[in-house]
């Protein structure tokens, strides 16, 4: 039983990174199911957070905030870490998106917090990426520095160049807002030589299209 609700979780992941958001949810809802009628907590948090995802990815963040919600009260109900910061940045992404500010940080800090308290380093990047993109949405460029300077030095350590690439954007949208074109463009294409380096065309807040258009436009303004 626990083969089957992994293998379920694991396909609504598969499908979901394909852009198959029906089939993912399809799986993701078996998958749901099958865990609370066996009592599978891990796996019934998992699934909860994995329809999270589709549906936020969508823009039905309502449906997604529900989910979210579930996954986070299970999470902390059995002492579930993962649980809790898979909920966490989940409707903490959405709080942002949505313009919910205060709610957002609410959330950013919780995440970094039980990070640092797990050890969970590639959370924390998550946290310090996430209230660095708040801080710059919110019209402070200095501070958002700081987060993404913080993220960009975990990412490092940890080896993980996809998130290195969102911490050079970050860093690079900061500095621009800051009026620092040149720091602005040095940190763009760290990012775009990462992403074509992996061959990959997107990491999470941007694409190699936009990029390369940020990139062109500070030509354009010089």
């Known amino acids: 039983m626990p083969g089957e609700l992994q293998a379920l ?4 992941v598969v499908r979901r990174a394909q852009g198959r958001y029906g089939q993912a949810s399809d799986h993701h809802l078996r ?10 907590l891990s796996a019934e948090q998992t699934a909860l957070a994995g329809l ?3 549906h936020r990815v969508q823009g039905r963040f309502e449906q997604a ?7 986070l009260r299970l999470a902390r109900v059995h002492g579930h870490h993962l649980g809790e910061l898979l909920a966490l940045i989940g409707l903490a992404g959405i709080h942002l998106a949505q313009g919910r500010y205060q709610q957002a940080t609410e959330h950013y800090q919780q995440l970094l917090g039980i990070a640092q308290q797990c050890g969970h380093r590639t959370w924390q990047f998550e946290a310090w990426q ?3 993109r708040l801080q710059h949405a919110t019209g402070n460029p200095e ?5 993404h300077h913080q993220a960009l030095v975990l990412a490092t350590e940890l080896g993980q160049p996809n998130d290195q690439a969102r911490a050079h954007d970050g860093l690079a949208r900061a500095h621009l807002a800051l009026r620092q074109p ?3 463009r040095t940190h763009w294409q760290h990012a775009l030589d ?10 999470e807040e941007t694409t190699v299209a936009a990029i390369r258009n940020n990139l062109a436009n500070l030509g354009v303004a010089e």
């Open 9 to 12: 979780n694991g396909l609504g």
């Open 31 to 40: 998958a749901l199911h099958l865990a609370r009628v066996t009592g599978h």
């Open 52 to 54: 999270g995802v589709i």
């Open 65 to 71: 905030t529900d989910y979210y919600w579930q996954a």
């Open 130 to 132: 996430g209230l660095g």
């Open 143 to 147: 501070t958002a520095l700081t987060h």
């Open 182 to 184: 040149e720091q602005a």
């Open 194 to 203: 990462i992403l074509t380096r992996l061959g990959v065309d997107h990491a």
